[in-house]
């Protein structure tokens, strides 16, 4: 049985339409009913928590159900300050983004880039540099279907369906290399997304795309950082079995970034990430309220390939 997910540019933000072309049935999921239908024409199961989505409900967004909410209350339990490091996550990522467009970068790999959440790499990249480029990447079929909706609304900015553990194959895609020149600086991000896989594939996904980019590119990484043994059973025991969760010591992380030079301040708590440049401070508070710094579960670092 042949069956399309598909999203309107027309429709309230968020919203997915999913059509059963032997039914002719359509469904519209903003907040869900039928989920039995939007399962079937999707292929995922809504019982089952979803990274993405668990991250969208930690940001506030609304593109989840009622499974993903719960793994986050599970997720938070363990790690309280879970949203808090994903809305810290967001500012690093937009900040970092437009550190890298200011030094001239117009070419972009979001890998892992998740549900669009604005200010999106395009947005902010374009801010700096109106004719950037961004390809983003994901392996999941409703992140993939949202963000061609919304995100690829001009021929250079490209959603491509990958799992980053197939990276010679995306590499190798045409997709990519229609839009992205790696013989030229490129800004390559893998942003709360490397703690998904394990630490090989990890280490294995970095190396290869490292390799490829060219002397002055930057690499862009959020991570998730090691915990003692019973927070990671309970953060496991959140995302069950919807995903592998891998904390890793800063020195592990801090080798994600070899032959590159660190910008300034270096591989530091997301939550410390300085809003704009790096050596401007004192950093601001994220948000009215919270004590600053505060204890992160990831660590979040900039590096410039040399040569
Ligand atoms: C927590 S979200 C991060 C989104 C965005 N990068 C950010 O920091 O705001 C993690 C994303 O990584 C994606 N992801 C997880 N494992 C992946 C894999 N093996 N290949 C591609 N994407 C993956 C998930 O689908 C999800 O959209």
Same mark, same amino acid.
């Given at each position: 049985?042949?069956?399309?997910?598909?999203?309107?540019?027309?429709?309230?933000?968020?919203?997915?339409?999913?059509?059963?072309?032997?039914?002719? =049935?359509?469904?519209?999921?903003?907040?869900?009913?039928?989920?039995?239908? !939007?399962?079937?024409?999707?292929?995922?199961?809504?019982?089952?928590?979803?990274?993405?989505?668990?991250?969208?409900?930690?940001?506030?967004?609304?593109?989840?159900?009622?499974?993903?909410? +719960?793994?986050?209350?599970?997720?938070?339990?363990?790690?309280? /300050?879970?949203?808090?490091?994903?809305?810290?996550?967001?500012?690093?990522?937009?900040?970092?983004?437009?550190?890298?467009?200011?030094?001239?970068?117009?070419?972009?790999?979001?890998?892992?880039?998740?549900?669009?959440?604005?200010?999106?790499?395009?947005?902010?990249? +374009?801010?700096?540099?109106?004719?950037?480029?961004?390809?983003?990447? /994901?392996?999941?079929?409703?992140?993939?279907?949202?963000?061609?909706?919304?995100?690829?609304?001009? /021929?250079?900015?490209?959603?491509?369906?990958?799992?980053?553990?197939?990276?010679?194959?995306?590499?190798?895609?045409?997709?990519?290399?229609?839009?992205?020149?790696?013989?030229?600086?490129?800004?390559?991000?893998?942003?709360?997304?490397?703690?998904?896989?394990?630490?090989?594939?990890?280490?294995?996904?970095? =190396?290869?795309?490292?390799?490829?980019?060219?002397?002055?590119?930057?690499?862009?990484?959020?991570?998730?950082? /090691?915990?003692?043994?019973?927070?990671?059973?309970?953060?496991?025991?959140?995302?069950?079995?919807?995903?592998?969760?891998?904390?890793?010591?800063?020195?592990?992380?801090?080798?994600?970034?070899?032959?590159?030079?660190?910008?300034?301040?270096?591989?530091?708590?997301?939550?410390?990430?300085?809003?704009?440049?790096?050596?401007?401070?004192?950093?601001?508070? !994220?948000?009215?309220?919270?004590?600053?710094?505060?204890?992160?579960?990831?660590?979040?670092?900039?590096?410039?390939?040399?040569?």
């Amino acid at each position: 049985m042949h069956r399309v997910c598909s999203h309107s540019k027309h429709m309230t933000p968020g919203a997915i339409t999913y059509r059963n072309p032997n039914s002719g =049935a359509t469904t519209v999921a903003g907040e869900p009913t039928g989920l039995g239908e !939007i399962a079937g024409a999707c292929g995922f199961d809504p019982g089952k928590p979803n990274p993405a989505r668990i991250y969208d409900y930690l940001l506030g967004g609304k593109d989840h159900f009622a499974a993903d909410r +719960r793994a986050a209350q599970r997720l938070v339990s363990a790690l309280p /300050d879970a949203a808090r490091a994903a809305r810290a996550n967001r500012v690093f990522l937009t900040a970092a983004v437009r550190y890298v467009a200011r030094r001239g970068i117009s070419q972009y790999v979001d890998i892992g880039a998740g549900l669009p959440t604005s200010p999106n790499v395009h947005e902010s990249a +374009r801010s700096v540099v109106p004719a950037a480029r961004v390809a983003y990447v /994901d392996n999941d079929p409703v992140v993939v279907t949202h963000a061609r909706a919304l995100l690829a609304t001009d /021929d250079f900015v490209i959603v491509v369906k990958g799992d980053t553990r197939e990276y010679e194959a995306i590499l190798a895609g045409p997709e990519l290399n229609a839009l992205i020149d790696l013989s030229e600086p490129v800004c390559v991000l893998f942003v709360s997304m490397l703690h998904f896989l394990t630490a090989d594939e990890a280490d294995a996904v970095v =190396a290869a795309f490292r390799e490829r980019m060219a002397p002055g590119s930057y690499l862009v990484i959020s991570a998730g950082h /090691d915990k003692n043994q019973q927070v990671r059973e309970q953060v496991q025991t959140a995302y069950g079995d919807a995903a592998v969760l891998t904390g890793r010591p800063a020195a592990e992380i801090a080798a994600y970034f070899d032959g590159f030079d660190l910008v300034p301040p270096g591989l530091v708590p997301v939550t410390e990430w300085p809003l704009e440049e790096p050596d401007v401070g004192p950093r601001p508070r !994220i948000w009215p309220g919270s004590p600053a710094p505060m204890a992160a579960s990831m660590l979040a670092g900039i590096g410039r390939k040399r040569g």
